[in-house]
């Protein structure tokens, strides 16, 4: 299975989130990957019996005839079309490929689904995931997507060992995708970490994070996400003096050129709060839905490559 079910709702509020909302309302990978799950599920007749008794009208299942009409416009998609470069799991990209190939792409709304084309594409679809081929592939997406869950767990468990709670606050900048991964990036961001670190106090910062977001025009925001430790529920809420970020944007601003802001959105209208405790009651639901946001949609899609968007940058304490 792609998706669990129950994880659905957070992981399309995430990507809508991620995405900014910049660009026209249109289906998510979320509803696509549901699309994917069911169809890897649907029971077909053997071949030989399915054409001997075809009759002249004779249509697919309504259910399926449904599930393939879903994807006819996904071409035409921000995160199928190269708008927003994104590479998205094996499953998923498959299912997708193989509905093009197999031309239920782009059909007339009212058309029912040539029963043939939908048995074929469904039979490929449903054998090509057990191939090696496809295994490896998916192997290695969901290698790195649990690495980098495994590194959020530990973060939070250390933060959460430090002290009662803590509040997020961001700081982004947007580059274009064809940077990621280079070296002048790479010194940007380890600039402004150690900015933070240098100009924080250490007792406070428990942990940097860094979320990379999808944008259209193949443009990504980074995300720096520093926790802080807050012990009391009436501890300060809100940054009072950004100084200390005034220092850190004119040093990697002048240095690398790309403009740095601090952003209180509250991870682009995603979360309520930026507040955390430990022993509220609304604590581990906010864990659970910071968690969909950081890590959870590496499940389906990430920038350009395999590599998760997600980075633990710095954490006060290490848990192994």
Not at 2 to 26: F, G, V, W
Not at 124 to 142: P, V
Not at 195 to 211: D, H, M, P, R, T
Request: overall charge neutral; some cysteine; proline content about 5%.
């Amino acid at each position: 299975m792609l998706l669990k079910k129950h994880d659905a709702p957070l992981l399309h509020s995430a990507y809508m989130s991620n995405t900014a909302k910049t660009i026209q309302p249109h289906l998510s990978p979320i509803a696509i990957a549901q699309v994917s799950d069911e169809l890897s599920k649907v029971r077909l007749p053997n071949q030989p019996a399915f054409l001997a008794y075809r009759l002249p009208l004779q249509t697919l299942p309504e259910n399926v005839d449904r599930l393939i009409k879903s994807m006819q416009w996904v071409h035409h998609l921000p995160w199928v079309n190269g708008v927003m470069n994104l590479m998205l799991h094996p499953q998923l990209n498959l299912c997708i490929e193989l509905a093009r190939r197999h031309g239920l792409i782009d059909q007339q709304q009212s058309w029912r689904t040539d029963p043939i084309r939908g048995y074929n594409f469904i039979r490929e679809f449903q054998d090509l995931l057990l191939t090696r081929h496809f295994n490896e592939l998916k192997e290695g997406w969901d290698y790195s997507h649990q690495f980098s869950e495994q590194e959020l767990s530990n973060a939070l468990k250390a933060v959460q060992k430090e002290s009662n709670g803590f509040s997020f606050h961001e700081f982004i900048s947007t580059i274009d995708s064809s940077q990621l991964h280079s070296p002048k990036l790479d010194q940007f961001i380890e600039d402004v970490k150690t900015g933070f670190i240098n100009n924080l106090n250490s007792e406070q910062v428990q942990a940097i994070f860094l979320k990379k977001e999808p944008l259209p025009n193949r443009q990504v925001k980074l995300r720096f996400i520093i926790l802080f430790k807050r012990d009391f529920l009436d501890s300060p809420a809100h940054l009072t003096d950004l100084s200390f970020f005034e220092k850190i944007k004119l040093s990697v601003e002048q240095t690398h050129g790309y403009q740095f802001i601090y952003d209180p959105s509250l991870l682009n209208g995603y979360m309520q709060s930026h507040l955390f405790h430990k022993k509220t009651q609304s604590f581990k639901e906010q864990i659970k839905q910071l968690r969909a946001y950081l890590t959870g949609t590496d499940a389906l899609y990430r920038i350009g490559c395999v590599e998760p968007t997600f980075d633990v940058l710095y954490a006060k304490l290490k848990i192994q």
